[in-house]
């Protein structure tokens, strides 16, 4: 593995995978999440030098072993959200790479819910969980970095536009899901900053995107440091 210095004495949170809302004590809500581009992220954050924090929902993917990488395991939105403000508090860059359960139930059932006491349906009321990346957009420093992804199945550019704003992030990563690239280990972006121009990363492999996304946020925080 080669290491370079990109990320030398950086702390780099970065989330990954799916959160949860339970129903019950044996049932979940969950959105679909294989947690190989956090991975990746994680893997090119460390070996661009950067300490990282890893905070992982759901993952079908094995996570390594870093003594420069801490691994926090969450299951809810609420448990991300907590992991998450409290890791990039001190540091200098967030990468929200997770599936973030948009909603969860109004009520948790605390019991099993049976079959034979609903009927042949049954209704559940959902309220939105919080927005991570809007509230950390939001808690951010000047000199910090926060990144989100869009992952849309219609009017990408337009979408990713919208979020880059609404959640006062510095850097929006699209993706088009509607051509199955979950779980896939390719992709294709285009990568959103403010006041500079659309980056397109051509079909390739998640660990190649990871790598110039971390190369992206690099030159972030190295043109923070010239402006200051
Ligand atoms: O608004 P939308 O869910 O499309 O935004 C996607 C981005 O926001 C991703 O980076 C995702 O990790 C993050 N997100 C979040 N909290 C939520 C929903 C999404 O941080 N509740």
Redesign the pocket.
Known sequence: LQVNDELAGKKVVI?AGGTVSPLDPVRYLGNRSSGKMGLALANAALTAGAKVVFIVGHVSVPIPESSKMTVIHVET?EEMLAAVKKAFSTADALI?????A?YEPVNYIDHKIKKQDQGDKLKIYLKE??????TMGSLKQEQQVVV????ETNDLLENATK?LKN?NANMIVANNVSQGVFGSDKDKVTVLRKDKANENIAETTKVEIAKKIITLVAEELESRKVIK
């Open positions: 989330t939105t929200m790479a997770a599936a973030v948009d969980t919080p927005d991570i990346l809007k989100g992804f869009a992952a979020k959640k």
